[in-house]
């Protein structure tokens, strides 16, 4: 197999002859998009220039996307007929990823290629224009096990890759891709594996696996935080799981699906009503001013208690030498904690509810005149 050496800068321009012929695909960093603030996600998606290749860490997420999309539509309907949409490249597909991820694609291809004796027709229609550049790992990375399962190597693939500080070099596996590579210079390259990881994993025999196994609280303790989110399914290069929805042309925009798929209920409300209380508005000569919020997404009963404990404060704190008085007034005497405090005695609010930490209503004084002057 030839094997060719590059400066960084020449194979950056080998790499853009690529991509004016295939779609080209590998581990790209996302600034800020990491799951914590600050921090950078790995990822695998289109690259334009090979500076956005990601070659030292290796991809949060599985290349599987490629060829198996976590979303996609089928069929399109119409009337009494239907069609199938085009693929959004029709270009043949070059993607870069490691060994692991290579072997990976074996149980994806039994899956959607073998199993059943009739392919998938969705699948292999992307499977057909993929093909596999390797880059290579000679050292694993912390968290790999791949070599106790006996995915570290692999000759499945159209070139292998060793990226250095300011060179790459190629072994060309697959003869169409020769001269695309023909500009570099001929080398001696041949791609290493990774022999011992860091972390070993003993995987006994399936007959030696107990039953008992399967209901062990390790499992328990998975199946207490597990959220549903899909996340493992798009992670795992070997997942083959999916589900499929028919969705009516005027429900394109608002389906309603994401409320009832959500695992965690983020788009689902409770039953019942929920109300927010606002408080302590007034009109008048002397401060009229906008009520406030006090209480937000509280039951009907919460409202009803207090009211009927605003009553009794109202009445604990009136002064009775006066016709009347408003009880705007009486808030700003005693203060809002004193009223918030006293209202919400004895109240159980239901675990949605919000209170105003602290109050300021909006207004202001027709006596307060300090900012007019008379026009001269």
């Known amino acids: 197999m030839p094997s060719f050496s590059f400066s960084g800068e ?4 080998a790499f853009a002859s690529l991509g004016k012929k ?14 914590f603030f600050g921090t950078d996600l790995i990822t695998d998606a289109p690259l334009q220039a090979f500076d956005e290749l990601e070659t030292d860490e290796k991809s949060a997420m599985s290349p599987k996307s490629v ?3 976590p979303d996609e539509t089928l069929f399109y309907f119409t009337g009494d007929r239907f069609s199938e949409p085009p693929l959004e490249d029709e270009r043949e597909t070059i993607v870069f990823l490691r060994a692991c991820d290579i072997n990976g694609f074996r149980r994806l291809d039994a899956m959607f290629l073998e199993n059943g004796g009739t392919p998938d027709p969705f699948y292999r229609r992307r499977r057909e224009k993929l093909h596999f550049f390797m ?20 000759e499945n693939c159209a070139a292998a890759f060793r990226f250095g500080e300011n060179s790459v070099e190629v072994e060309i596996k697959d003869p169409r891709f020769a001269q695309d590579f023909s500009s570099g210079v001929p080398s001696a390259f041949v791609p290493e594996f990774v022999k011992e990881n860091p972390k070993k994993v003993a995987v006994p025999d399936v007959e030696e696996m107990p039953p008992e196994l399967f209901s062990s609280p390790l499992r328990d303790e998975y199946d207490s935080r597990c959220i549903s989110c899909g996340r493992c399914n798009t992670s795992c290069v070997t997942c083959t799981c999916f589900s499929s929805l ?3 042309y005027s429900d394109s925009r608002n389906c309603g699906e994401c409320v009832l798929a959500c695992p965690t209920g983020a788009w689902t409300r409770r039953p019942g009503s929920l109300y927010r209380l606002l408080i302590m508005g007034r009109t008048g000569k002397k401060n009229p001013r906008l009520a406030m919020p006090f209480l937000d997404r509280v039951t009907e009963d ?10 009794d404060y109202v009445d ?9 008085e408003h009880i705007g007034y009486i808030v700003d005497r005693t203060g809002y904690p004193v009223f918030r405090d006293a209202v919400l005695e004895g109240v159980t609010l239901n675990p949605e509810a919000r209170v105003a930490k602290t109050m300021s209503w909006p207004g202001y004084h027709t006596l307060d005149d300090g900012n007019l002057k008379d026009v001269e």
Do not use: Q
Not at 10 to 13: E, K, L, Q
């Open 10 to 13: 020449d194979f950056a321009s």
């Open 22 to 35: 295939y779609a080209v695909w590998g581990p790209k960093r996302l600034k800020g998009r990491g799951r």
């Open 67 to 69: 060829v198996f999309p």
């Open 135 to 154: 880059i290579e790992c000679r050292e694993s990375f912390g968290n790999c096990f791949c070599v106790s399962m006996g995915s570290s190597t692999t």
């Open 246 to 248: 028919d969705l009516f």
């Open 302 to 311: 919460v409202v009803l208690a207090v009211i009927r404990n605003t009553l």
């Open 316 to 324: 604990g704190h009136i002064l009775r030498n006066l016709v009347k």
